[in-house]
């Protein structure tokens, strides 16, 4: 049960008083989850009688059993109760994006673990083919951008974000092979489980996650990207500009690394380019 998620449905037909309830579990939820029937009632001006409608109302047996349900919802966490960000107005929101963006990189830049980044360039580098994987909308997106940076430089990869998909490439590959995951929570069980067959038929094996995650645990190297998340639920995680620029981070020692290759190629791809696209203009991206 979501009881605010109730809350918002019935609100327009509240009466004053239970009005007044919600108000204060909207507004004072520290309050709401701590206090007696008698506390609540006495704040919001009402009966007890009153108070225990309300919480039959929001599909809760007793006042226990909204107790009960309201202890829950701190899991879920209370920035999602009254989400509002300290201002709407364009130029503020634009700031508030920007800034994050910049200490997502800052913060990024000051716990990166070169050692491991070190480690998985080399194992990109050697790879005779590479499989990114990710799910969901970020880890998804992080796969296909690791894709789109290694193609290009001549290396043989697929991305994938289907779960079963990933399962039978894990039990394809080959110990000459690299299997590259992404998970921004490092919870992902089905991650977890291709890493752990593709280990068990010595295939190396590199996470982009959460330190100490389980995904984390069931690769050969990690690559951890720790970064706290502010309390607006409606910015997007900034997170992902910090896995981008590890992915970039990547690509570019993987470039360096094989240069001759990777040189061949892009010349290849920007004459096809220049060619069908841009004529005689050379300072267009390279087919980003």
Known sequence: MDIFATLQE??????????????????????????????????????????????????CESFSDFKVQLARTAYIGVRYIKPEPKSTAPADVAQDIITK???????????????AIERASVRLAGAEMIYAFGSGGNSSMIASELQNRLFRLGLRITASSDHSMQLM????????????????????????????LARENKVPTIALTQ???????????????????????????????????????????????IQPQATVTLRRIKHQLVAHRDGADDRQLLGD
């Open 10 to 59: 019935e609100r327009a037909r509240f009466s004053q008083s239970e009005n007044r309830i919600a108000d204060i579990l909207l507004n004072d939820f520290e309050f709401a989850v701590n206090a007696s029937i008698i506390e609540l009632a006495g704040k919001a001006d009402v009966s007890p009688p009153t108070v225990t409608r309300f919480c039959r109302r929001l599909g």
């Open 169 to 196: 490439m894990a039990a394809a590959a080959k110990p000459a092979d690299v299997l590259i995951g992404s998970s921004f929570s490092g919870r992902n069980a089905e991650l977890v489980r291709a890493f752990t």
């Open 211 to 257: 330190r100490g995650s389980p995904v984390a645990n069931a690769a050969e190297i990690t690559v951890p990207i720790d970064l706290p998340e502010g309390n607006n639920i409606y910015r997007p995680t900034s997170t992902r500009i910090a896995y981008l620029a590890v992915a970039d981070i990547l690509a570019s020692l993987v470039a360096y690394r």
């Open 101 to 115: 963006a910049q200490n997502a990189l800052f913060l990024l830049h000051q716990s990166l673990d070169i050692e």
